[in-house]
């Protein structure tokens, strides 16, 4: 599709066709796709927890205010931040050595800018985290719908029981959760709702 018209067409869908699955070889290739999404320092500070079962769908819906789009869709992902993304944990770090031929003195001068620039407080972490995270749920709900794949961003979320029940650790943060599956074609959406435009939000400086 192009660019400008899954742009156009993606929507939040909020009806989804309940006998529809979401194969795992297309899931696999959306997020694949998705994770082309820029990071800081490519330190891609993000997992994702893909909710497919019964059992978790329930636990999950009644972290979401019981929104039923999460009981409908096959499944729906749970964007986790790290904070602490820029850790030595980070496996990232290696693949970084590597790639710039195995010079270890370019590598740790990243590290250290990374930990100055997002490991100096704790609002600096999430934004990290939240920032890096968020790009990637919006690579994933278009390159979703290159592959005709309908998804709906939530932060209409228990963010703390969410984190709770499904065993993020402390330097996770939910970022978002994404509904994603195939819109029920019997129900109607909302129009869309108009965006305010340029020259209402830019200030040119
Ligand atoms: C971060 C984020 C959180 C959202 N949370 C919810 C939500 O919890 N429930 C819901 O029905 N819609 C939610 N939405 C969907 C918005 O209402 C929707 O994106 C907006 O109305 C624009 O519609 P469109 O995406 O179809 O263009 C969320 C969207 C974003 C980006």
Redesign the pocket.
Known sequence: METKTLFRE?????FFDKNKELEQTLLEEIINLAVLAPSAFNLQPWRIIAVKTQESKKRLFNL??Q?D?VLEAPVTLIIVGNNEGYSDSNPVWAEMLQSVGGNKQIVEGAKQAAAFLYGSSKERKLKFAESNA?LL?MSIMIAAKEYGVDT??????DFDGIHKEFGLSEDETVV??IVMGYSDKNKT?YP??PRRKFEEIVKIV
């Open positions: 993606r929507r939040s869908a909020n979401s205010n929104q789009k968020g749920s709906h961003p939530m932060s209409g979320i978002m959760t959406l869309r709702r």
